[in-house]
């Protein structure tokens, strides 16, 4: 099954906690925005915690913060 995502492509800035569509070194994904406490340095964690977090080697874009999700039942 597949969920429908609606987006607020429009928001650039995210707050912490929010789900965010990003491209992380290039590759696109829909996290959980968090910051480190000490540098408030930017990463990504995953809804699933078997995943570790996602820390950017390059570059973290924020495209847009996540409005609402369809989730199909079947």
Known sequence: SSDVCSSDLTRKSAS???????????QWTLKILKKERQTQRPY???????YPPFFPKEELKIHGVVKGVVRKIH
């Open 16 to 26: 912490q906690n929010d789900i965010v569509l990003a491209e992380i070194d290039r």
């Open 44 to 50: 990504l964690m995953s809804a699933n915690a078997k």
